[in-house]
């Protein structure tokens, strides 16, 4: 009974962020180290590692000075996104500042992520 419960879960939050009709690009630095302590900053020192389903929360001006993010986002387990990697959605490009895998009784449901907005550097 309890499996069934948790497997109906992981379909539902699953369903939930397929559902918010949000797209990203999941883009990895080509070579770690480069740029600044960061990481890299221009576009072409990224590969495309992902087109992935996301349900993202813009944070209010005042939040971000409180808890160190300019959004957060919920994708799916399965994405494979890790720390520093960019999360293109539109015309916006945010860095994963931290990410929390959200068990519920031993299966992974959704990964939620901290986004930095990334300003392109010019020059």
């Known amino acids: 009974m309890r499996q ?4 109906q879960a992981v379909k539902e ?11 990203g690009s999941l883009r990895r630095p080509r070579s770690t180290g480069s740029g600044s302590f960061y990481g890299p900053h ?3 020192e990224f590969v495309v590692a992902a087109d992935i389903p996301v349900e993202l929360k813009i944070l209010p001006a ?5 808890i160190g993010a300019d959004a957060t986002a919920n994708v799916l387990p399965d994405c494979a996104v890790q720390e520093q990697d960019i ?21 992974i449901t959704h990964i939620g992520l901290t986004l930095a907005f990334e300003r392109l550097h010019h020059g």
């Open 13 to 23: 939050v699953r369903w939930l962020i397929e559902h918010a009709n949000v797209r």
């Open 4 to 7: 069934s419960c948790v497997r």
């Open 62 to 66: 005042r939040l971000p000075s409180e």
């Open 42 to 44: 221009e576009y072409e």
């Open 87 to 107: 999360l293109v959605v539109g015309p916006d490009r945010y860095r994963v500042t931290d990410l929390q895998r959200h068990d519920y009784f031993g299966s």
